[in-house]
């Protein structure tokens, strides 16, 4: 069961943590290539009441939030939610170890979004419903992605506008825009965030589920690809990196809890569109088209219209939480 894990970004920003006191707690460990640091030192920083390990499967938790970590596995979830961490999680020496790159750029704008210093308050949204015209993207014997993906970022603009959001549309019909001249429309606005709606296929007709896709941070590979040098150059979106990952969290996590589809996990991507992009920015998969059950729900004007529903909600969240930080 999924616990109210909107709950993260709202309810933790009653922590309070003075910053000269911050680096005191970590047990900082290299290990290979990396720096890590011990699950007993995040114990301790972020108030887990326990911590239990059994075999490979460690467990953080206290009244707020459960954390699940796995030696050896890139799967983490926090209150039920599933996250791709950048790298494994170790045992050396006794001793279980999340990765630096790990702490910074997700455990720690996840548990306290409060501390997020990129991000302005924004009241506008700007939507890019992914591929359009000459690109119809995905198909199947129903329709085409670029139609999907139009008609359910109108959903989630109409329930954003009636919030009284600002929303800015990258297309509002069956047009072609190239992904540069996608980050170019969406850089001319200040205060704002970047969604791109989008759905999936491949994988055969087994794959299905909900994933949202954030930046890589520096360093990080693209989802499922090895580390390459060009992975190590700073993007204009990487300035975003603690709040991608909340604005992740958010909008994916409220979706869930709006359809019930697998969940695939919030993963990296080096996406032109996520790159180029100097808001908080996100590209969410809303399903698989080549999923034979999944492609009559992504057809079904109910799911498109919870979905949406799910996406405005994060949304919202998001928003109230950059509203709360610490300044
Ligand atoms: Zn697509």
Redesign the pocket.
Same mark, same amino acid.
């Given at each position: 069961m999924t616990l109210p894990f909107f709950r993260l970004l709202l309810v933790l920003l009653s922590f309070s943590l003075s910053s000269s006191s911050l680096w005191a707690i970590w047990e900082i460990v290299p290990y290979g290539k990396e720096q890590y640091v011990t699950a007993r030192s995040l114990k301790d920083f972020y108030n887990f009441s326990r911590m239990t390990r059994s075999g490979n499967a460690v467990v953080l938790e206290n009244k707020e939030v459960k954390l699940q970590i796995r030696v050896g596995s890139q799967e983490c979830l926090m209150n039920g939610v599933k996250f791709i961490l950048s790298d494994s999680v170790v045992a050396h020496q006794g001793r279980v170890l999340i990765s630096r790159t790990d702490l910074s750029k997700l455990i720690d704008p996840v548990m306290r979004p409060n501390y997020i210093t990129s991000a302005a308050p924004f009241r506008t949204v700007i939507i890019d419903p &992914? $591929?359009g015209g000459s690109d119809s &993207?995905?198909r199947n014997q129903y329709g085409t +992605?670029a139609q999907y %993906?139009l008609k359910v970022s109108k959903m989630v603009r109409d329930r954003l506008k009636a919030r009284g959001y600002d929303v800015q549309m990258v297309r509002d019909s069956d047009v072609f825009y190239s992904l540069s001249q996608r980050v170019a429309i969406a850089n001319r606005h200040r205060n704002a965030v970047f969604l791109s709606i $989008?759905? %999936?296929a491949g994988g055969g007709r087994v794959a299905r589920g909900i994933e949202t896709f954030t930046l890589s941070p520096v360093g990080v590979a693209h989802y499922g690809r090895g580390v390459k040098s060009s992975d190590f150059k700073v993007r204009q979106g990487n300035y975003q990196d603690s709040a991608n990952i909340a604005f992740a969290t958010a909008v994916h996590s409220s979706a869930l809890r709006r359809v019930e589809v697998p969940d695939r996990g919030i993963k990296r991507a080096r996406f032109s569109v996520l790159t180029g992009i100097k808001h908080p920015a996100i590209l969410l +998969?809303g399903g698989f088209m080549s999923h034979p059950f999944e492609a009559r729900l992504i057809h079904s004007t109910e799911y498109q219209n919870n979905l949406a529903l799910g996406i405005a909600e994060g949304i919202e969240k998001f928003r109230l939480a950059l509203l709360q930080r610490r300044r």
């Amino acid at each position: 069961m999924t616990l109210p894990f909107f709950r993260l970004l709202l309810v933790l920003l009653s922590f309070s943590l003075s910053s000269s006191s911050l680096w005191a707690i970590w047990e900082i460990v290299p290990y290979g290539k990396e720096q890590y640091v011990t699950a007993r030192s995040l114990k301790d920083f972020y108030n887990f009441s326990r911590m239990t390990r059994s075999g490979n499967a460690v467990v953080l938790e206290n009244k707020e939030v459960k954390l699940q970590i796995r030696v050896g596995s890139q799967e983490c979830l926090m209150n039920g939610v599933k996250f791709i961490l950048s790298d494994s999680v170790v045992a050396h020496q006794g001793r279980v170890l999340i990765s630096r790159t790990d702490l910074s750029k997700l455990i720690d704008p996840v548990m306290r979004p409060n501390y997020i210093t990129s991000a302005a308050p924004f009241r506008t949204v700007i939507i890019d419903p &992914g $591929h359009g015209g000459s690109d119809s &993207g995905a198909r199947n014997q129903y329709g085409t +992605e670029a139609q999907y %993906n139009l008609k359910v970022s109108k959903m989630v603009r109409d329930r954003l506008k009636a919030r009284g959001y600002d929303v800015q549309m990258v297309r509002d019909s069956d047009v072609f825009y190239s992904l540069s001249q996608r980050v170019a429309i969406a850089n001319r606005h200040r205060n704002a965030v970047f969604l791109s709606i $989008h759905f %999936n296929a491949g994988g055969g007709r087994v794959a299905r589920g909900i994933e949202t896709f954030t930046l890589s941070p520096v360093g990080v590979a693209h989802y499922g690809r090895g580390v390459k040098s060009s992975d190590f150059k700073v993007r204009q979106g990487n300035y975003q990196d603690s709040a991608n990952i909340a604005f992740a969290t958010a909008v994916h996590s409220s979706a869930l809890r709006r359809v019930e589809v697998p969940d695939r996990g919030i993963k990296r991507a080096r996406f032109s569109v996520l790159t180029g992009i100097k808001h908080p920015a996100i590209l969410l +998969e809303g399903g698989f088209m080549s999923h034979p059950f999944e492609a009559r729900l992504i057809h079904s004007t109910e799911y498109q219209n919870n979905l949406a529903l799910g996406i405005a909600e994060g949304i919202e969240k998001f928003r109230l939480a950059l509203l709360q930080r610490r300044r």
